[in-house]
């Protein structure tokens, strides 16, 4: 597992606004994560938790409400050391919830954050199909400069890369793996028109992607981009949250 995405948190600003538009859009329902002293909530996935929701840590800088994913690592403070050495950087120091995780937020060497972390509950979660209603089917890097910056990932995390497109003036389009038989997602240069800083965006399938966009301004949502068909018979939407989060759907049908 190590060099997966396996986890992903909302941190958002009103958990309980984002809990509904999430239900309604994508179909997830919510528990209370048990974890005492933690004010946070599973999002499930047929019953099981799969992603997390939280309001911003009070000990850390204020953010702007954000999607983050979680890569796995077989040691934490480890992988921190080396995060450092490859000229990414520590965003706080390692924290372990006894008996859950042990994480640290980081950032590649152009900027871009995600989390280090290792579960520490001994029972795996079942798996499920690829493409499976309410999971992250695809992880895309917008990066500052495309070309060099799954580098870093694949002396981090041992990642490859695989097929690549030419999109004209937009650049390359990089496939890579995480280490299963396939792609878990791309990597371009971040188009100069795109008004957030280089970052990751995480795609969560649905049966039907227009469907979808008109749960999500139904509900209060804004369509940033689409919906249009990409390479391999898909099709995607890029949107935004009521309380500002960007996300992304990803579906095998118009």
Known sequence: MHGQFFWYDLITTDTKAAAKFYGAVVGWQTQDSGTPGHDYTLFTVD??????LMSPPKDMPKMPPVWMGYIAVDDVDKAAAQIKTLGGALGREPVEVPNVIKFAPVSDPQGVGFLIAKGLVHDAMPKVAPGTPGMI???ELFAADGTTALDFYEKMFGWTKSESFDMGAMGIYQLFKT???????????????????PHWAYYINVPAIRDAATRVTDNGGKILMGPHQVPGELWIVQCMDPQGAAFNLLAPKE
């Open 137 to 139: 089917g695809w992880h």
């Open 179 to 197: 280490g299963g038989e396939l792609d878990a997602g791309g990597c371009m240069t971040k188009p100069q028109d795109m008004p957030a800083p």
């Open 47 to 52: 019953g099981v938790g799969r992603l997390g």
